[in-house]
């Protein structure tokens, strides 16, 4: 399986392309993660336009099983982070058959 980007390939990237330092590339990611996560927290989304959206989702309580036994288990109610991405972008990535 092909592997992903690391972020050092990622900063790398960015700096080129932007004609800034390795160390002001990385400054901004690690600002835009920490705002991602900071926002999503308080107000429950986040958007990046053209990539897609943080979106924080509760999830009920529900009965599970455990898949060793079949036994039937309560599943308690979370809060969960959720990833939506946006149509453009998956436009591009996999284009809809026609």
């Known amino acids: ?3 992903g980007i690391t972020k050092t390939q990622l900063v790398r990237l960015l700096a080129e392309k932007l004609e800034l330092t390795n160390k002001q590339t990385a ?3 690690e600002t835009l993660s920490e705002t991602a996560i900071k926002e999503t927290k308080k107000t429950g989304e986040f958007t990046i336009p053209g ?3 943080l ?3 509760e999830r009920k309580a529900r009965i599970g099983r455990n898949p060793q036994t079949g036994e039937a288990i309560k599943i308690k109610a979370k809060t969960v982070v959720k990833f939506r991405v946006a149509k453009v972008a998956k436009d591009t990535i ?3 058959k026609k």
């Open 94 to 96: 996999a284009p809809p």
């Open 1 to 3: 399986m092909a592997k």
């Open 55 to 57: 979106v924080k989702a």
């Open 27 to 29: 400054a901004f990611l």
């Open 51 to 53: 990539i897609g959206k």
